[in-house]
């Protein structure tokens, strides 16, 4: 258990409304992600953050920012939702593991569906 | 074409079956490899580490082929347990983690 929560966990909003995905983690971690997962798609890397107010763009990235503001919370912002952004999005964190290896550790996943 | 390609399946296997997945790989940069597993409406879970040697953990077998950028995932004995969605996660030595989109599993009784 990395510790990861996600807040909402499910959450149907209106085309053109600001939505608000929280990632909460307990241990300190460095690294925290934001992917979105599609059927035949897998995961995608949204936006990504190695340090608080440090963060970057991962592949799929328009139409979403992200803040980092304290190393627990990783915030991820939809600034006007749109119905291809109805998805489940997962948080990550990355830790070393026994083998010298960053692994990456997911909370349980937010569902965001935009009508 | 996908920088990590997985057979979707489904695969459906008898209990106690041997079942085996591949995954192909596009970037010869990639540095790490792993197999995740997700159960339905959960979150991807770490299964293991693949290493240039081969490795294993109990019942599963990973192997990563760098010549052929081919990683596999072997399962013996399988369990109903086992049935999931397995995903081929391709790292290179930065940020960029590829997830293959997985392949599903259903062991049957």
């Known amino acids: 258990d990395a510790g990861i929560t996600q807040s909402p966990r499910h959450k149907v909003t209106e085309t053109g409304t600001p939505v608000t995905l929280r990632c909460h983690q307990t241990e300190n971690h460095r690294y925290m992600y934001w992917y979105r997962q599609d059927p035949g798609h897998g995961l995608r890397l949204i936006h990504y953050?190695?340090?608080?107010?440090?963060?970057d763009k991962g592949e799929v990235s328009d139409g979403y920012s992200v803040s980092r503001s304290k190393t627990e919370d990783f915030l991820l912002t939809l600034e006007s939702a749109t119905s291809s952004q109805t998805s489940v999005y997962f948080c990550?964190?990355?830790?070393?593991?026994?083998?010298?290896?960053?692994?990456?550790?997911f909370g349980p996943g937010t569902r965001l569906t935009v009508t | 074409r996908k920088e990590v390609e997985q057979d979707p399946g489904p695969f459906n296997v008898p209990e106690g079956a041997t079942v085996a997945f591949n995954c192909t790989y596009s970037n010869s940069a990639s540095q790490s490899f792993f197999w995740y597993r997700q159960d339905c409406r959960k979150e991807p879970k770490l299964l293991m580490s693949?290493?240039?040697s081969g490795n294993e953990d109990g019942r599963f077998t990973a192997q990563l082929n760098r010549a052929s950028q081919y990683i596999s995932l072997l399962i013996r004995d399988s369990k109903l347990s086992d049935s999931a969605t397995y995903l081929c996660?391709?790292?290179?030595?930065?940020?960029?983690?590829?997830f293959g989109a997985g392949t599903r599993l259903f062991v049957k009784a």
């Open positions: 953050s190695y340090g608080v107010k440090d963060t």
């Open positions: 990550a964190i990355s830790e070393q593991g026994t083998s010298g290896r960053y692994e990456q550790y």
């Open positions: 693949v290493y240039s």
């Open positions: 996660v391709v790292r290179d030595g930065g940020f960029k983690t590829i």
